[in-house]
């Protein structure tokens, strides 16, 4: 079926390309998946389904150059039909022929270019078969109470031009998060994901989640506002970093909106500690944008806290006449890895000492985001230490701190391990990519409820 659909996708995409007239031009963009769905509660199969979906994005432009060109854009959801499927390809079509002449000029459209070579890129997984995966999933858990979602399958993307460029990704994988819980109705937040299912991996994943809970079923204390020394596992650390998803785009820097102008200007820095790049070589993201750029393998954004990229697109390489370096329009990182640190695992309690070890952070916002200052709450495991030592979990906290504290002033050591916090939205189909990051010592961290 893959190779079908990659052969369906090409087929449709130059049959469309010939329905084209002088001074029409397409960017047409593939996202889809063949996925199997499993929701648990209470350690019982609640739902179960499979969803195979695919829309086709695609930008119309009608001009001769750029400077003159006029664009707008569309989705149709594909049947798999190629007579439908253009049927309602081209009713689009012949709409914006008529709606696109009264449109205003897009000063920063591009023309479709064959500005790459073609690149397909399919990165095959082991996963269990569709009638395995219910038994498999609830098995190991023996009547504990968990509850999750998994989601396995195919994920694609692709993209192809007018002007004849082609690019293909192909993903499967799968995800399965879960939180487990306490008779009290306390909480650890675990996942397990991988384009390889290890069932060994799995039951030693279940079994030290179970042994995590014990420590939850002490009474909880109530911490009073103030700072204190932290410990962020690489689960919380994943939430700070997506956080700055965004922060790099070089149109937010340019219209003043963006924290990192600051550090641009030199007004704020991130610790030596801190490098960050947006890294596509384990292949969970296709290089490829929606205009078949592709951006390097691995860039540098920020390294020992030194601002060193910027994401920009093709729109602001125009508008700022600065050059494109491959980032997709929204100018967001796409696949964000944190250097790891020296601290390992066996030191974390007692180089923390006295202060929170916080496994999990929701709710998280921006309280200043101009600034650079962020808002959210403890959740999940996450305990007061005393001289190295785990004593209770706490109660819900309310942080306030600014990015430059939480990657700068107040980073102490990242830790020497990883883990990979992959995305698990599936809102319209199943996200892709994720955060590769350690945790991270804090020497303070502020309170405030």
């Known amino acids: 079926m893959n190779t079908n659909l990659k052969k369906y996708f090409k087929q449709l995409s130059q049959t469309i390309f010939k329905e084209l007239k002088s001074g029409e031009h397409l960017f047409l963009n ?23 979906n695919y829309f086709l994005d695609f930008t119309f432009i009608m001009g001769e150059k750029e400077g003159s060109l006029k664009t707008t854009t569309a989705q149709i959801t594909l049947t798999m039909n190629e007579t439908l499927d253009l049927e309602n390809f081209l009713n689009w079509i012949h709409q914006f022929r008529v709606e696109l002449p009264n449109f205003p000029i897009d000063p920063y459209a591009v023309l479709p270019a064959k500005n790459s070579e073609d690149s397909v890129q399919e990165n095959s997984g082991k996963l269990l078969s569709r009638e395995e995966a219910v038994f498999n999933l609830i098995e190991p858990w023996n009547n504990k109470d968990v509850a999750g979602f998994y989601a396995g399958g195919i994920i694609v993307r692709a993209m192809a031009n007018s002007a004849g460029l082609f690019h293909w990704f192909l993903s499967e994988n799968f995800t399965f998060d879960f939180s487990l819980y306490t008779p009290a109705q ?58 700055l998803g965004g922060v790099f785009g070089e149109q937010s820097i340019q219209q003043n909106q963006s924290s990192i102008r600051l550090v641009r200007s030199g007004d704020k820095s991130f610790s030596e500690k801190f490098t960050l790049t947006d890294d596509f070589s384990e292949g969970f993201v296709p290089r490829f944008n929606e205009e078949g750029d592709l951006a390097p393998e691995k860039m540098s954004m920020i390294e020992n806290g030194v601002l060193k990229s910027t994401l920009i697109s093709t729109h602001s390489a125009k508008e700022y006449k600065l050059v494109a370096n491959g980032a997709d329009s929204s100018e967001g990182l796409r696949s964000p890895v944190v250097l790891k640190g020296k601290l390992s695992e066996s030191q974390i309690l007692s180089e923390l000492g006295t202060g929170l070890y916080l496994s999990n952070l929701h709710y998280l916002n921006w309280s200043d985001e101009v600034n650079g200052r962020i808002t959210g709450m403890t959740r999940y495991a996450c305990f007061w230490v005393e001289n190295g030592k785990i004593i209770c979990p706490i109660e819900n906290l309310r942080f306030d701190e600014t990015i430059f504290d939480l990657l700068g002033s107040s980073v102490v050591e990242f830790t020497d391990f990883d883990e990979y916090c992959p995305v698990t939205s599936t809102y319209f189909n199943r996200q892709i990519g994720g955060v590769r990051t350690p945790g991270v010592l804090l020497s303070k961290m502020s309170f405030t409820l």
């Open 30 to 52: 593939l996202t889809g998946d063949d996925s199997q769905f499993i929701r648990i509660n209470g350690s019982k199969i609640r739902q179960s389904g499979v969803v195979e």
């Open 186 to 243: 306390k909480a650890i937040k675990m996942g397990y994901s991988g384009s390889q299912w290890n069932s060994k991996n799995y039951i030693k994943t279940v079994s030290g989640s179970i042994k995590k809970l014990e420590a939850l079923e002490k009474k909880s204390i109530k911490i009073k506002p103030g700072d204190y020394r932290v410990y962020l596992a690489p689960a919380a650390l994943c939430d700070v970093i997506e956080m």
